[in-house]
């Protein structure tokens, strides 16, 4: 079992940055890829960003790509989201999640292939 706790969230405005942050507990992380999904209201939840452990590998959606970067701390079981130049479009609430025992890479933006989820953080972009 692992227990995943979002924060960072917050109210910033558009061009501003956050950070945002996964800390896992109850098993280590350090063999599990992390992503991040958001959803907006009325939206359905869509994929942000993915860290592998193994290589540190990772994948942006499009619409994030060049402003947000992922990153892991592998000693606090830690995964980071840094998200730069905010725009009201991010607006969401952000979570992580974890995927223990049967990772594919072909299904890692598809929300229902991760089996632990944090319970969100929300972050509004403010034009």
């Known amino acids: 079992q692992v227990h995943l706790v979002e924060s960072g969230g917050g109210l910033v405005q558009s061009g501003g940055s956050l950070r945002l942050s996964c800390v896992a507990s109850?098993?280590?992380?350090?063999?599990?890829?992390v992503a991040w999904f958001r959803q907006a209201p009325g939206k359905e939840r869509e994929f942000v960003a993915i860290i592998t452990w193994s290589d540190s590998s990772t994948d942006y959606s499009d619409s994030v790509k060049g402003r947000f970067t992922i990153s892991r701390d592998n000693a606090k079981s830690t995964v980071h989201l840094q998200m730069n130049s905010l725009k009201p479009e991010d607006t969401a609430v952000y979570y992580c999640?974890?995927?223990?025992?049967?990772?594919?890479?072909?299904?890692?933006?598809?929300?229902?292939?991760?089996?632990?989820w944090g319970q969100g953080t929300q972050v509004t972009v403010s034009s």
């Open positions: 999640a974890a995927q223990i025992g049967l990772y594919n890479p072909y299904l890692r933006r598809i929300p229902d292939h991760y089996n632990y």
């Open positions: 109850g098993r280590t992380l350090s063999t599990t890829p």
